[in-house]
């Protein structure tokens, strides 16, 4: 493999989490001359969806997704529909920064359930209420499937098989406006990825989120690898992606608290970039 | 659902890790009226395979399954031997104890390897040559699907489909002499469970292992909680093995650290034997 194109890095904005609020991680971007970002919903908020859209412009950057909305599973009617609502406002803001995406969460089991089943069922629902509105604004919905691990508390829709078959039942010509984000994290594991890829088509594949694995991992939520340090194949996964047509950015979205996340924001760039060139 | 028949319980010997050796455990289990029993290797060879057979028969225990086997990818020839040489050894262990399976993991990856691809094939390689010897001891292999969380350093067989496909390969007659353990720890995530536990139909089905998932899950190996305590809905997949004709003993397995391996064994076994007649 080639290195990737270099003006195809985007950074997520989690991989700064404790050092960076929205401007400040548009100016460590800046310094670094990287030129994606996918932003959080609560940092954007911090300072107005319409002036993070002014400075995203004003920046050249390019918006590789907004994250996140979702999180459909809910004890009641009353809690469904405010996740519905919820999502919704997050299509609005999407479409103003012109996100390329917005990253999609299914949500988990609702508390004291264990109806798994039907929390797939209100996943489905709740995308099938807000596709419409996702469709009009232009802002597509990009359903990341979470790891396995994360199914009783952050998401239920864990393999790219299942994401597939939500937007094969949601969106039935297959138009884009409801694809899937591939985060290497998330799926690497999984043996059906590179069928599920090809599967997913040029059109539905939204974005592609890189970390690694590490091993060993010692935390479920917070001990995310930058890339290199793990055992992921990214350059392989990246293959596959690409030979399906997907020349979209390469977004790196790294949960670290103990690792990157103590670390100034230029170190942590400056190494994306040189990981970025080296082993993805 | 009808509660499961409490001659049915087995206890797997890890649920009992800190407290017990063989003998201890065969104690307990006796003092509970627990009739079966899956013993770790390393508990067996303490005391030896024959005298361990010999405290089987005598108390008439049945042994559900001899943990474990396989961990087959390695950097080299002579590792990869190595590993199918411990296999073939456990095969006869498990048939001198009339194990029902002999439960198999696949390994994860060599050390400093990212090629899963080619782990995989090495799991498949070792399976190949070790089931001809189980085949001729009448001991079942058990290959046990772990959830992907545990890929990289444990077992690369991550989906009931995936270890059903190994198991067509190696034995396109399904004749039962490689088939699968379901333990719901690893498997109650997966969208395709209820259709892959139909595919594998009764001969197949050679294991059911029962803890639950807990939420929060503080640890990714050792934070596995008692039935009941999780989300997972056991009694719904114990209907979907049971509707396929599996009507085998259900496993307890749990892995725990700071709670349940710090307890006395009859408290355990106790909790056991209640939650398997109210939650399971």
Request: contains cysteine.
């Amino acid at each position: 493999m080639t290195p990737p194109d270099p003006d195809l890095l985007s950074i997520n904005t989690a991989t700064l989490w404790e050092s960076c609020n929205f401007r400040q991680a548009v100016d460590a971007l800046r310094r670094q001359k990287i030129r994606g970002i996918a932003p959080w919903r609560d940092r954007v908020a911090a300072i107005g969806v319409k002036e993070a859209a002014r400075i995203v412009r004003d920046n050249g950057l390019v918006v590789t997704g907004l994250c996140r909305a979702g999180f459909f599973p809910a004890p009641d009617r009353k809690g469904r529909r405010a996740a519905i609502d919820e999502s919704l406002r997050a299509i609005d803001e999407a479409a103003t920064l012109e996100a390329k995406c917005l990253v999609i969460l299914a949500g988990g089991l609702p508390k004291e359930s264990r109806d798994l089943g039907g929390a797939r069922e209100m996943v489905r629902d709740g995308l099938g209420e807000i596709l419409v509105h996702a469709r009009s604004c232009g802002a597509p919905l990009a359903v990341e499937p979470l790891h396995p691990m994360y199914c009783a508390d952050r998401g239920c829709v864990n393999t790219l098989r299942q994401a597939l078959d939500l937007c094969d039942e949601l969106d039935t010509s297959r138009s884009g406006a409801i694809g899937v984000a591939i985060d290497v994290y998330h799926v690497w594991w999984d043996p059906e990825l590179k069928s599920q890829i090809e599967r997913a088509g040029e059109k539905r594949l939204l974005a592609f989120h890189l970390c690694d694995w590490l091993v060993p991992t010692t935390d479920l939520l917070y001990d995310r690898g930058m890339m290199g340090d793990g055992v992921i194949d990214i350059p392989l996964i990246r293959s596959w992606l690409e030979t399906v047509g997907y020349h979209g950015m390469q977004e790196v979205e790294i949960f670290s608290k103990n690792n990157w996340w103590k670390r100034a924001p230029d170190e942590v760039l400056g190494m994306c970039r040189v990981r970025h060139q080296t082993v993805c």
